[in-house]
């Protein structure tokens, strides 16, 4: 069956702090990938996705995230965090269903 | 003028009553769906139609019945409800319900059963 898992449950940084969250999913077909964020008391909204062609992209708010095809992987970083990036992050995949990982909580420390 | 628009934000009941929430689209998309996050913050699909047919339907208690009068809107009708049915409700639409599609969410409903 379809999966996403993402490393870590809670993480918490200072702000200039640089930022990587794990994502891995399983699947063993052709996956379209996606990062959203739902900062507090809101919706979750697109930060990147990757579909085909270069692995690594670029979303928005200085995130990027790389694809390893060989790893399942697709994880999220920023070189330096803010306070304004304390939110919830999902990784999702979308293969023969679309389907979200658990989150993982940002906490940016002023 | 807001993408998707859930209505109400805010949903405080008691157990054993039915109610309703509305979701509706402006972007022209076929597909909608609807989306329960748990307290954990864990997100699972409940359904998703195409163009007002069920292609999606997790597996939901029967007291949950999505209705799609048109490709704009999937309103979600829950009947008899109890404690555990508490959560955030998430609307979302894609362009279709394939590979390559980006969804985009509502600002969701936060349900609370008393």
């Known amino acids: 069956a379809q999966s996403v898992s993402q490393h870590n449950h809670h993480v918490i940084l200072s702000e200039a702090a640089s930022l990587e969250l794990g994502c891995n999913y399983s699947?063993?077909?052709?996956?379209?990938l996606f990062w959203y964020v739902q900062y507090p008391g809101q919706h979750l909204q697109l930060l990147l996705k990757?579909?085909?062609?270069?692995?690594l992209v670029k979303g928005i708010k200085g995130f990027e995230a790389e694809f390893i095809k060989s790893k399942f992987s697709f994880n999220l970083r920023k070189p330096s965090v803010q306070w304004s990036d304390t939110a919830e992050y999902f990784c999702?995949?979308?293969?023969?269903?679309?389907?979200f990982g658990p989150g993982t909580r940002l906490s940016v420390l002023p | 003028d807001t993408a998707v628009s859930q209505t109400p934000k805010y949903l405080v009941t008691q157990m054993g009553n039915d109610k309703s929430i509305k979701c509706e689209q402006n972007?022209?998309?076929?597909?909608m769906y609807w989306y329960k996050q748990d307290s954990k913050k864990f997100l699972k699909i409940m359904f998703s139609?195409?163009?007002?047919?069920?292609?999606i339907n997790e597996t939901v208690p029967n007291r949950f019945s999505p209705k799609s009068p048109d490709k704009a809107h999937l309103n979600l009708h829950i009947n008899s409800l109890e404690l555990g049915d508490s959560a955030v409700y998430f609307c979302?639409?894609?362009?279709?319900?394939?590979?390559?599609?980006?969804?985009?969410f509502g600002a969701g409903t936060r349900l609370s059963v008393l």
């Open positions: 972007l022209g998309h076929d597909t």
């Open positions: 999702a995949a979308q293969g023969q269903n679309f389907v």
């Open positions: 699947y063993g077909g052709t996956v379209n």
């Open positions: 990757y579909f085909s062609g270069d692995p």
């Open positions: 139609y195409n163009n007002k047919e069920l292609i």
């Open positions: 979302a639409s894609s362009q279709a319900g394939g590979r390559g599609n980006i969804q985009y």
